[in-house]
């Protein structure tokens, strides 16, 4: 029995360590390749671009129908407003998509421009088209093998006092960075629901942890051409996220929210007392060895990440050009963004009316500040709008319906109030930072 006992650890520990170390390797080591140094997962988005770009234009229209057809097929399109809502801008995400992969209506010439449609669909819908399902299958790797239980025990001490949340929520911060904003928010929704989480903790986490994951930052790093930065990208976004989600914390709507259970129902977090490294070593281990197949759950992280895609790319081409046609062609966001003004003219900002628009535009998508700012952004701005686009989290066309759609009783006007403070917060932050680490505030040069 205990030569079993020894071997099953054994078996453990290997997978603890191994696919856990592969996985950061894929996401956190760059490598040269044709002279080009970046992540493993972005060279491979970058090959399959290079050597079958039609294969991947065929791929990304077949997505846009499947997502577009999938909620009056699942017979979920008309669950509430907000769904209606999306499901229309699916269908017209496939339209968009269809008009573009055959040249149709080429007399519409504002549909045309270099910066809206084909930059839709070229650097927008196919590089997130390709990296959410292919970084779905690495992402197994770092999620599934006891690496993030491990990070998630060893942060215990800091959550309540820092985030006033228990520590069993570092798992959820862990998974939004590693998984989704939808994967963090599932697992929110089943702890409140059990009773883990009081309704203000559920509240701070899926307003403060459940942000866009690492995919989804390769993908704005790479609209912005911050590829060579990623690494500095990455922990930058991360700490500016976990900063600005421990201020909102303490502050109004959030502190107002009661510490009631749902269904009057508690279950506090356990109170591990001993060597906190040894029970995060061990927690590992164990995860590592009762983890299934590694075939098994590819597939369910490959079938996930086609899901999401359905599910993300073809709003993100309407909602994406709804948001470039307003922003162009209407002073919507030009009026929104003087709200952000003050926020970069104190800090000596090049352009601070550019930089506050493309704040604003964070809140109908996170991807429309990088896509305003792709063509004119300078080092500095291009860095900041990158790291206030993943550290603001909540934006119309995903996170917020995902959010109103759980049991968190969260209103619609504190979720809007709760962005604004996230991105004001994070320009204060991220500015500094950018400065400190010797971004420019000049023009880039050509990619």
Request: charge should be positive; include cysteine.
């Amino acid at each position: 029995m205990s030569e079993n006992r020894a071997a099953q650890s054994d078996i453990g520990l290997i997978k603890f360590l191994g696919f856990s170390l592969f996985g950061v390797f894929v996401f956190f080591c760059p490598i040269t390749i044709g002279g080009r140094s970046t992540i493993p997962v972005d060279h491979i988005i970058t090959i399959i671009t290079r050597n079958g770009l039609e294969g991947a234009r065929i791929y990304i229209l077949l997505v846009m129908y499947c997502g577009a057809a999938l909620p009056f097929i699942r017979k979920t399109w008309n669950k509430d407003a907000m769904t209606v809502f999306f499901s229309v801008a699916k269908v017209c995400g496939a339209a968009i998509g269809t008009t573009l992969y055959f040249k149709l209506f080429s007399d519409l010439q504002w549909l045309w421009r270099p910066d809206f449609g084909p930059f839709l669909f070229e650097r927008l819908a196919m590089p997130v088209g390709l990296v959410i399902p292919i970084g779905s299958v690495f992402l197994a790797f770092l999620a599934n093998f006891g690496l993030m239980e491990f990070t998630g025990a060893l942060m215990t001490p800091i959550m309540r006092p820092v985030f006033r949340t228990p520590g069993r929520s570092a798992i959820d911060a862990v998974a939004s960075f590693v998984g989704s904003y939808s994967i963090a928010l599932i697992i929110t929704n089943n702890m409140y629901r059990q009773g883990k989480y009081s309704t203000r903790e559920a509240a701070i986490i899926a307003t403060g942890f459940s942000t866009v994951s690492a995919t989804f930052l390769l993908v704005v790093a790479r609209t912005l051409n911050l590829m060579e930065h990623w690494t500095l990208f990455f922990w930058v976004s991360l700490a500016v996220t976990f900063i600005v989600t421990a201020v909102t914390a303490y502050i109004w709507p959030l502190s107002s929210y009661p510490n009631t259970y749902f269904e009057d129902r508690p279950n506090p977090d356990p109170d591990y007392r001993g060597n906190r490294w040894k029970h995060a070593w061990k927690t590992g281990v164990e995860i590592g060895g009762q983890a299934a197949p590694l075939l098994k759950m590819i597939l369910v992280n490959l079938k996930a990440g086609l899901n999401m895609a359905f599910a993300v790319i073809p709003s993100i081409t309407s909602v994406g050009l709804l948001g470039l046609v307003l922003a162009e062609y209407t002073p919507l966001f030009d009026y929104f963004g003087y709200v952000f003004y003050p926020f970069f003219a104190v800090f000596g900002v090049s352009d601070p009316a550019l930089a506050g628009k493309a704040a604003a535009m964070s809140l109908p998508e996170m991807f429309l500040p990088a896509l305003l700012i792709a063509k004119n952004a300078t080092p500095l701005l291009a860095f900041v709008i990158a790291v206030v686009s993943i550290s603001e989290i909540l934006f119309f066309s995903a996170s917020i319906p995902c959010l109103m759609g759980t049991d968190i009783p969260i209103k619609l006007r504190d979720i809007v109030i709760i962005w604004f403070e996230r991105v004001a917060l994070s320009i204060v932050l991220t500015i500094p930072i950018a400065i400190l680490l010797g971004f420019a505030d000049a023009p880039q040069a050509s990619p």
